[in-house]
T-cell receptor, first 114, second 111 residues
Framework: SQTIHQWPATLVQPVGSPLSLECTVE??????LYWYRQAAGRGLQLLFY??????ISSEVPQNLSASRPQDRQFILSSKKLLLSDSGFYLC?????????????FGNGTRLTVT | GESVGLHLPTLSVQEGDNSIINCAYS??????FIWYKQESGKGPQFIID?????DKRQGQRVTVLLNKTVKHLSLQIAATQPGDSAVYFC??????????FGRGTSLIVHP
């Protein structure tokens, strides 16, 4: 069966520090991968998505970036965190070539920028 | 569009009652719709989906209704239990790989 792993679960970082959040998927190949951010009590904001290795699409301009160095690995990064980067970051995957398939989410990383 | 910038509406029900959570969508090209449940501190979990060639789909204690005429989607939960307390999101595929999520509804079940 397919599983998705995100780490760390929680993170407290000072303003201006770098960020690296990692997400890996097991049990499937060539998944579509997504990074979402969720502010407290709010909906889901799509940050990046990827349909293949090295292919990243950005949905909103920001100081975050994403990379997909391997088929089932998706990384969210920042060189210098801002206070506004605080939030709940969710990684998700969906089946390749399956437009009509649900997203499967990890359990998220709670990021607090101080 | 994205479901950001708005606080979540809340539905409060008594344990044992039926719950109905509603969602409006806007993209006529959407042909696939999904409901997710998000418990506190966790990622959203898939509950049930429906394709546009159907009006109704039933799962275990859940039913999704789709009205394409008025672009409306609903999730019905029968005999609501305290464990059903969560935030529920609808999503539409908009004819692409990128789903558009609704704003979410917080369901509170009182014992």
């Amino acid at each position: 069966s397919q599983t998705i792993h995100q780490w760390p679960a929680t993170l407290v970082q000072p303003v201006g520090s770098p960020l690296s959040l990692e997400c890996t998927v097991e049990g499937t190949s060539n998944p579509n991968l997504y990074w979402y951010r969720q502010a407290a009590g709010r909906g889901l904001q799509l940050l990046f998505y990827s349909v293949g290795i090295g292919q990243i699409s950005s949905e909103v301009p920001q100081n975050l970036s994403a990379s997909r160095p391997q088929d089932r690995q998706f990384i969210l990064s920042s060189k210098k965190l801002l206070l506004s980067d605080s939030g709940f970051y969710l990684c998700a995957w969906s089946g390749d070539s399956q437009r009509n398939s649900p997203l499967h989410f990890g359990n998220g990383t709670r990021l607090t920028v101080t | 569009g994205e479901s950001v910038g708005l606080h979540l509406p809340t539905l409060s029900v008594q344990e044992g009652d039926n719950s109905i959570i509603n969602c409006a969508y806007s993209n006529s090209a959407s042909d696939y719709f999904i409901w997710y449940k998000q418990e506190s501190g966790k990622g959203p979990q898939f509950i049930i989906d429906i394709r546009s060639n159907m009006d109704k789909r039933q799962g275990q204690r859940v039913t999704v209704l789709l009205n394409k005429t008025v672009k409306h989607l609903s999730l019905q939960i029968a005999a609501t239990q305290p464990g059903d307390s969560a935030v529920y999101f609808c999503a539409e595929n908009g004819g692409s790989y990128i789903p558009t999520f609704g704003r979410g509804t917080s369901l509170i079940v009182h014992p």
